[in-house]
């Protein structure tokens, strides 16, 4: 009994300091009863709700970002990539203009080669023509000349010529008259 009378005199002098702020034991349990009733009310109906809602939005975020590095890590591969590619396209831009060049040297060297040799051609058929005409005029002179010194001839000696006479005389001074 020794134990429970300061439990006794404990819950008196509560009673004493609820009487004396205005508590009422009965209201008291009753507000309390509500209070539980609207807050388990509100959990399931309103806090839980926002709280789902609000842990939701924050998922969607962490995804965001999450994405958002994803993103940034294949835009960085993608410029990495993109930069290799034009580095081997320039490259090979490079090459073609080096390959071109020389195959317009070459071709260049080669139409040289061929205009140079056509234009020995022409020469020597220009050589040729000249020739061929350098005999016909000698030839048409030496008939003139020896047809001159028939004539010459003719009146010299005051004498007829007949074909043999003139046809000697042509082709002596055909033979005496090589230029």
Not at 10 to 20: F, L, M, R, S
Not at 110 to 124: M, N, P, T, V, W
Not at 140 to 169: C, H, P, W, Y
Request: glycine fraction near 6%; avoid cysteine; charged fraction near 30%.
């Amino acid at each position: 009994m020794i134990s429970a009378l300061p439990i006794y005199l404990a819950a008196g002098k509560v009673d004493q300091i609820a009487e004396k702020f205005g508590l009422a034991w009965p209201k008291f349990l009753a507000q309390v009863i509500i209070f539980w009733i609207v807050f388990a009310i509100l959990k399931k109906y309103a806090f839980g709700p926002i709280l789902g809602m609000l842990e939701q939005r924050r998922q969607r975020i962490a995804d965001g970002e999450a994405k958002l590095e994803k993103i940034a890590r294949d835009l960085a591969e993608a410029e990495k990539n993109a930069k290799a590619v034009l580095d081997q396209a320039n490259s090979e831009a490079e090459r073609q203009i080096k390959e071109a060049g020389e195959s317009a040297r070459a071709l260049a060297e080669k139409r040289q080669q061929e205009a140079i040799h056509e234009a020995g051609q022409i020469l020597a058929k220009a050589r040729e023509a000249a020739q061929l005409e350098h005999e016909q005029l000698m030839s048409q002179l030496k008939r003139e000349f020896g047809r001159m010194v028939s004539d010459a001839t003719s009146r010299v000696t005051g004498k007829v010529l007949n074909a043999d006479d003139q046809s000697r005389i042509n082709q002596e001074t055909t033979a005496q008259v090589s230029l």
